[in-house]
């Protein structure tokens, strides 16, 4: 058999039994933290992007960062965003995460362990709560929290390209093969996924959804078998199910700050590298010069052109970065 004809198979597979009635994948968490409808609400259609980014319960100062910075609600009046969480087994953690909860009232959180390979669990969350009390935004941008999302270019995109229905709009990897390496951190045994390539999928560092779509992968996700690869499940798995269209946003999301310099569209950047002392401060100094300024004109570089580091008005700023509770 070639490839894609085992891929068709598969692909069959998959339909035929997200066609069937029998669940296979339930999902019964419920939910320990939850704004419900503080964020917005189903009658609510002044939500024209909601944000959901996946955090580490110990994560306090990037959910703030983010707060106050590239998802500040003064600057982004139709943006919204939400943390996405599983439990922590650290009691003064969930403590604190109950505080910040009570304060900021953009945690949600359902009860499994938050852990590297719970992350399935999480998307799967995403879907569930913004259907039950945010369904009637326009786009949902799923991130990690060490990525920095240019606002207002994803909003100006979002806004000039008007997506198709039913599209997932996000750095596309194509053809990648499945790791079989048992000493990889990606290992995948045959019983998790059978085929030996993944069809294509979004790069999870950061992707778009038109909301269209969401309820019809939530429904379709108890019938998908469950694999740990978040970013392939969601956006490979459930978005073939749901037959969704793909479109490449290439190099514009998940850039690294050797790339920021030479990419005109940048939409989002990663917070962390494998080397984070060259990655980290020019960063910082970009999420300090938004703080201080409260301007949306910080937003508005040509990051072809000024790299973070070199903004204008980005006067040094010596406060450190304030845990909020
Ligand atoms: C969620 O709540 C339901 C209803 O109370 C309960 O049956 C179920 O076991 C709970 N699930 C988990 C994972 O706690
Ligand atoms: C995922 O969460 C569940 C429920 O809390 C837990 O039992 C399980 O060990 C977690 N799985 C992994 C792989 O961490
Ligand atoms: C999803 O499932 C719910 C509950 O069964 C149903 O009411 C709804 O119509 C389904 N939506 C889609 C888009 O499949
Ligand atoms: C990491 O970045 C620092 C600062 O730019 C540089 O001095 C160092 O050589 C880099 N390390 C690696 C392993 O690339």
Known sequence: MTLYSIFLVYYFMIVIKSSSNKVINPHNYNFTLNPTNTICSNDDSSVFLLIGVNTR????????????????????????????????????????????????????????????????????????????YCSNIKYYLKCDDDIVINTFKVLQFLKQVKLKPKTIACNLLYDSGVIRDVSSKWYLSVEEYAPDKFMDYCSGAAYIITSDVLEEMYNKSHYVHFVWIDDFYMTGLLGHVTRSNFYDLFDRFELTISTLGYTRLGFAMKFSSSNKSSDEAPIESFYMTVRVSGRA??????????????????EPYSEPIKDPI
Do not use: H
């Not at 319960?57 to 996405?84: D, G």
């Not at 359902?110 to 992350?119: I, Q």
């Not at 004109?297 to 008005?313: H, Q, R, Y």
């Open 297 to 314: 004109k910080c937003f508005e570089i040509d990051w072809a052109t000024s790299p973070p580091n070199s903004l204008p008005n980005s």
């Open 57 to 132: 319960p110990e994560n306090f100062a990037q959910r703030q960062l983010i707060r106050e910075t590239w998802t500040k609600r003064s600057i982004f009046v139709q943006v919204r965003v939400i943390f996405l969480l599983g439990l922590t087994p650290n009691k003064k953690i969930q403590n604190r995460l109950l505080l910040e909860s009570n304060t900021y009232k953009d945690l949600v959180q359902e009860n499994y362990m938050d852990t590297y390979r719970n992350l399935t669990l999480k998307g799967v969350m995403s879907l569930k709560w913004i259907i039950k």
